[in-house]
């Protein structure tokens, strides 16, 4: 079955550190890849998207994400976090062009001041 | 100009009870989608309709039926409300079914069943 893996569930980091979540998918077709981010009672916002071409990706507030179709792989990366990125981030899936997201367990990050 | 909206936001009721939570895009998209989030916020598709017609369905109970009036609106209304039915509830909408510039979504709606 089809299935994203989220590797951290819960990650604290300090203001300035670097971040990387990982990110592991099971599907062996065409696949289209996103990072969405849901601050505190709020709802899902799309960070960036991976269909085709350059497999790293940049998107919005400094985040960037790099597609490695050989570990089925696309982690989020950003050099230097802030405290106003403290969120949770779900990595999704649309195999195949299905249109059908499968989305990750998400990882719930916190930034200490 | 909200893109996505739900509605009500917030939705506590009976066991046993029927309700309805409504969703509207005005983004032109001709795709929208039904997502649940549960307590530990895991996200699964429920459903998803192109241009009014259902494209997927998944294993949901038959007590949710999604309704489509038109591409900008998709209803779900839920019968007999089980307390396991608690969870935020996402409508969400794209172009075209095969969602490649990914999904936008509505702000949720917390249905609590006591």
């Known amino acids: 079955a089809q299935s994203v893996s989220q590797h951290n569930h819960h990650v604290i980091l300090s203001e300035a550190a670097s971040l990387e979540l990982g990110c592991n998918y099971s599907y062996g077709g065409t696949v289209n890849l996103f990072w969405y981010v849901q601050y505190p009672g709020q709802h899902l916002q799309l960070l960036l998207k991976?269909?085709?071409?350059?497999?790293l990706v940049k998107g919005i507030k400094g985040f960037e994400a790099e597609f490695i179709k050989s570990k089925f792989s696309f982690n989020l990366r950003k050099p230097s976090v802030q405290w106003s990125d403290t969120a949770e981030y779900f990595c999704a899936v649309n195999p195949g062009n299905t249109g059908k997201l499968i989305f990750g367990q998400g990882t719930t990050l916190q930034v200490k001041p | 100009d909200t893109a996505v909206s739900q509605t009500p936001k917030y939705l506590v009721t009976q066991m046993g009870n029927d309700k309805s939570i409504k969703c509207e895009q005005n983004l032109g998209h001709d795709t929208m989608y039904w997502y649940k989030q549960d307590s530990k916020k895991f996200l699964k598709i429920m459903f998803s309709y192109n241009n009014k017609e259902l494209i997927i369905n998944e294993t949901v109970p038959n007590r949710f039926s999604p309704k489509s009036p038109d591409k900008a609106h998709l209803n779900l209304h839920i019968n007999s409300l089980e307390l396991g039915d608690s969870a935020v509830y996402f409508c969400?909408?794209?172009?075209?079914?095969?969602?490649?510039?990914?999904?936008?979504f509505g702000s949720g709606t917390r249905l609590t069943v006591v």
């Open positions: 969400a909408s794209s172009f075209q079914g095969q969602g490649r510039d990914g999904y936008t």
């Open positions: 991976y269909f085709s071409g350059d497999p």
